[in-house]
């Protein structure tokens, strides 16, 4: 099975893209070769071993794009190493404790025999997409809490764990 890697991601307002991007960076230093794409954009799973599939959270949902992404590629994904991420709370209880999976991710995560999955701290500032979001931000309650240490080392464990395997 190929060591190339493959990040998709589901995301309305870019936290969940950023998240993404610091993941396939991480790999890319550690020698796997990697590609990052929206997860509506990706018709084809084969060419990679590791695929990182993570979705954002919007009240208490995992992106459509991810549970879509997860279902259109099941068969192929239960032959690759499947680690899942979500980019959720607007504070840092991500940080601070394991936030367990919501349903649609739980779901992903048992029907693709996923590996792990983890929640990590959001985004949302100004100029956010969606009446919801614009409340939020213009409340105060908005901000960046992805915590970048955090998942660069959450990056390394899977290449650890995948070269390990190799």
């Not at 790999?27 to 954002?56: C, F, N, Q, R």
């Not at 459509?64 to 994904?77: N, T």
Request: with cysteine.
């Amino acid at each position: 099975m190929s060591r190339r890697a493959l990040v998709a991601y589901g995301t309305k307002n870019g936290s969940a893209q950023g998240i993404a991007e610091a993941i396939g960076a991480t790999l890319g230093t550690h020698g796997i070769e990697t590609e990052v794409h929206p997860a509506s954009e990706v018709k084809d799973v084969s060419p990679y071993g590791i695929v990182i599939l993570g979705g954002a959270l919007y009240a208490g949902r995992w992106h459509g794009d991810a549970v879509r992404f997860a279902r259109r590629h099941r068969a192929a994904l239960l032959d690759r190493d499947v680690w899942l991420f979500s980019s959720g709370p607007l504070d840092a209880t991500a940080t601070e404790r394991d936030i367990p999976p919501v349903r649609g991710a739980r779901r992903a995560a048992t029907r693709l025999a996923a590996r792990q999955h983890v929640t990590f701290g959001g985004r949302l500032e100004t100029g956010a997409r969606g009446r919801m979001a614009r409340m939020i931000v213009k409340s105060g309650r908005g901000g960046d809490f992805r915590d970048f240490d955090r998942i660069a080392a959450w990056a390394t464990r899977i290449t650890q764990e995948s070269c390990a395997e190799a």
